[in-house]
């Protein structure tokens, strides 16, 4: 935990920026590395029938830690997906869905 599944972005381009994305949220989110999951989800997009190319989304499930630590969150993961694809006015969609400590469990014992 955190959770952070990326869609529209390549493998490639994830791989290049995680380790940096983690060194970059590991403090704001204040847990530990081996905590944070990376996912690579392959998408096709659809709109009125076709095949659309889509801007990044990325999709973070976590413990709420706040507006502020949300906020700053949401910036370093643009940001880094930005540069993972050399530009900088990218459309990035970052999403956070908040999970329930007493929901979550890890090897049958929930936080």
């Not at 659309?52 to 976590?62: N, Q």
């Not at 502020?68 to 993972?84: H, K, M, Y």
């Not at 694809?85 to 459309?91: E, I, T, V």
């Not at 970052?94 to 469990?105: Q, R």
């Amino acid at each position: 935990m955190p959770h952070l599944r990326f869609r529209a972005v390549e493998f490639d381009h994830l791989k290049a920026l995680s380790t940096q994305l983690v060194d970059d949220l590991q403090p704001l989110m204040a847990c530990p590395r081996e905590d944070f999951t990376l996912e690579h989800i392959s998408t096709t997009f659809i709109v009125d029938g076709d095949v659309s190319d889509a801007y990044p989304f990325v999709e973070v499930l976590w413990f709420d830690r706040g507006q502020l630590v949300q906020d700053q969150v949401a910036q370093v993961i643009t940001a880094a997906v930005r540069d993972a694809f050399d530009d900088p006015q990218l459309d990035v969609a970052v999403i956070f869905s908040s999970l329930t400590p007493s929901a979550y469990y890890d090897n049958g014992q929930h936080y």
